[in-house]
């Protein structure tokens, strides 16, 4: 049985920093594409950032570019979201999710993943 576990959210003050982690158990993913999702209350889940098996290609949403990074560990079987220069708009229950097709491209839309974790809160005050 798949399970992805999400850590490191938290309460955190405008432009400070939190690194989330995501493990994966149940089955290797060193083929797939990973990727980080938000879910603010009263919106949609939307994407934040990709990183494909290799981890040569990483994608980012507009509103995350140069703040945020996304990267992987395959012995971990772990993703990651280093969050600097945090924002209140940035406040959201965060998850990881694995696109359960074998591919080299990071896909932006949730019905492209198929694994989810449980979601980790994030809030960032003002």
């Known amino acids: 049985q798949v399970q992805l576990v999400e850590s490191g959210g938290g309460l955190v003050q405008a432009g400070g920093s939190l690194r989330l982690s995501c493990a994966a158990s149940?089955?290797?993913?060193?083929?797939?594409?990973m990727g980080w999702f938000r879910q603010a209350p009263g919106k949609e889940r939307e994407f934040v950032a990709g990183i494909n098996w290799n981890a040569d290609t990483t994608i980012y949403a507009d509103s995350v570019k140069g703040r945020f990074t996304i990267s992987r560990d395959h012995a971990k079987n772990s993703v990651y979201l280093q969050m600097n220069d945090l924002k209140p708009e940035d406040t959201a229950v965060y998850y990881c999710?694995?696109?359960?097709?074998?591919?080299?491209?990071?896909?932006?839309?949730?019905?492209?993943?198929?694994?989810w974790g449980q979601g980790t809160q994030v809030t960032v005050s003002s």
């Open positions: 149940g089955r290797t993913f060193h083929s797939n594409t």
């Open positions: 999710a694995i696109d359960p097709v074998p591919r080299r491209d990071v896909l932006v839309t949730t019905s492209s993943y198929f694994y």
